[in-house]
């Protein structure tokens, strides 16, 4: 994974599913795949977070297959993380969606959002925060000079309503449905 991520550019920023230890250690449990918390004993490796750190810097990348690879990566390797562990990868993508953050920020935290959704990684708790971001990122535009910027923005806005569409039950997002 971190091969894949600083080679950047054309066919070789495929991220790898880490099937080695990362594998053999995460077992099923938890929310989509998320090891429940009394998981809290294992060390995670110092890499590990190196890459989750390579990861978030790929989701703001100026290339849209880079960002794209890095929002995978955060989806496969949150996957593994213990909830709590994860919570917090969670709350680092949703740093992305500040205000002084660029279109590139918003489109990667956006594909990130969709991902961890569509993997069960998102808690519904986490709604009340995340729904009102995707609203927001949908209507996102930009003027520079005489266009604007946007489209791919609002484009992964419309991945993260369909992610959440699949991931909770009509009930669960019923409150956001006027």
């Given at each position: 994974?971190?091969?894949?991520?600083?080679?950047?550019?054309?066919?070789?920023?495929?991220?790898?599913?880490?099937?080695?230890?990362?594998?053999?250690?995460?077992?099923?449990?938890?929310?989509?795949?998320?090891?429940?918390?009394?998981?809290?004993?294992?060390?995670?490796?110092d890499e590990m977070e190196e890459v989750i750190e390579?990861?978030?810097?790929?989701?703001?990348?100026?290339?849209?297959?880079?960002?794209?690879?890095?929002?995978?990566?955060?989806?496969?390797?949150?996957?593994?993380?213990?909830?709590?562990?994860?919570?917090?990868?969670?709350?680092?993508?949703?740093?992305?969606?500040?205000?002084?953050?660029?279109?590139?920020?918003?489109?990667?935290?956006?594909?990130?959002?969709?991902?961890?959704?569509?993997?069960?990684?998102?808690?519904?708790?986490?709604?009340?925060?995340?729904?009102?971001?995707?609203?927001?990122?949908?209507?996102?535009?930009?003027?520079?000079?005489?266009?604007?910027?946007?489209?791919?923005?609002?484009?992964?806005?419309?991945?993260?309503?369909?992610?959440?569409?699949?991931?909770?039950?009509?009930?669960?997002?019923?409150?956001?449905?006027?």
């Open positions: 994974l971190l091969q894949n991520l600083q080679n950047k550019g054309g066919a070789g920023v495929a991220v790898d599913s880490g099937k080695g230890t990362q594998q053999a250690e995460a077992g099923p449990g938890g929310v989509g795949g998320a090891k429940s918390d009394d998981s809290e004993g294992c060390e995670v490796p390579m990861l978030l810097v790929g989701l703001r990348d100026k290339d849209t297959v880079v960002r794209w690879s890095a929002a995978k990566g955060i989806g496969r390797v949150t996957a593994r993380l213990s909830l709590s562990l994860a919570d917090d990868v969670v709350e680092a993508v949703l740093e992305l969606f500040k205000p002084i953050e660029g279109d590139g920020a918003w489109h990667g935290g956006c594909l990130a959002v969709a991902e961890l959704a569509r993997r069960g990684l998102l808690l519904p708790e986490r709604l009340t925060t995340v729904v009102p971001i995707a609203v927001e990122a949908l209507c996102y535009d930009v003027r520079k000079g005489a266009h604007s910027v946007g489209s791919h923005v609002r484009d992964a806005a419309a991945y993260v309503c369909w992610a959440f569409a699949r991931a909770y039950a009509p009930e669960v997002m019923e409150e956001w449905m006027s």
